[in-house]
């Protein structure tokens, strides 16, 4: 059974600030990872989204890489924005099968 | 492209009524749609998967009599809390899948239930 862990669950940076995120999985064989943000009481916004054969993937000031051997994925945001301030989750998901969510790190990046 | 609406986005309802969601594609046609539950500062958990015109599948530990879902053509799923308590208070999304691969989803934006 998939797990997916992320560190660390809280964050708080100045502006300004480059940052890492991470998400941890169990099980390797994975079909693609996804990260998103959400804000307070809202829905899902998809940041990035890296295909099991890709390592890494950018957009914009985010850059999102994959290692499936060791697990692990980061979320890199460059030069970090109050406007940045949310909780990012990270999802796995596995052939044939749904995603499975990471429980998220909130990050607050203050003024 | 690709936008997946959810109605209402909040409610609040007194312990024992039933409440329905909507969840709707708006530019494409979802062959799955997918409702999670999100209790505050934990992540999205997976409910139940709905296929267009067929049973929904639960995941083990949701009760089908109690969540009723329906899919009823290719861009509306509803979701409906039978007699609500507030224990089921929560945020609810929905997700819509374009074809038959479940990890091109789309998220609707969530639906705030709060049970009295």
């Known amino acids: 059974k998939q797990e997916v862990t992320q560190i660390p669950a809280a964050l708080s940076v100045p502006e300004g600030e480059n940052l890492v995120l991470n998400c941890s999985f169990t099980?390797?064989?994975?079909?693609?990872l996804q990260w998103f943000r959400q804000d307070p009481g809202k829905g899902l916004t998809s940041l990035l989204l890296?295909?099991?054969?890709?390592r890494e993937q950018t957009s914009g000031r985010l850059n999102a890489s994959l290692d499936k051997s060791s697990g692990r994925s980061t979320l890199y945001i460059a030069a970090s924005q109050p406007g940045d301030s949310a909780t990012y989750l990270c999802?796995?998901?596995?052939?044939?099968?749904?995603?499975?969510f990471g429980p998220g790190t909130r990050l607050s990046v203050l003024p | 492209g690709a936008v997946v609406s959810q109605h209402p986005s909040r409610v609040i309802c007194k312990s024992g009524t039933s409440v329905k969601i909507e969840c709707r594609s708006l530019?494409?046609?979802?062959?799955?749609m997918f409702w999670y539950r999100q209790f505050p500062k934990q992540s999205l958990m997976l409910m139940a998967t709905?296929?267009?015109?067929?049973?929904?599948?639960?995941e083990q530990g949701v009760e089908k009599d109690k969540f009723l879902i329906n899919h009823a053509s290719l861009t509306l799923s509803t979701l409906t809390v039978t007699s609500a308590h507030p224990e089921d208070s929560s945020f609810y999304i929905c997700?819509?899948?374009?074809?038959?691969?479940?990890?091109?989803?789309?998220f609707g934006p969530g639906t705030r239930l709060t049970v009295l």
């Open positions: 997700s819509a899948a374009t074809g038959q691969s479940y990890n091109e989803q789309f």
């Open positions: 099980d390797s064989a994975i079909y693609n």
């Open positions: 890296i295909q099991s054969s890709q």
């Open positions: 999802a796995v998901g596995n052939y044939g099968q749904n995603f499975v």
């Open positions: 530019d494409f046609q979802a062959t799955t």
């Open positions: 709905s296929n267009e015109g067929s049973k929904a599948t639960y």
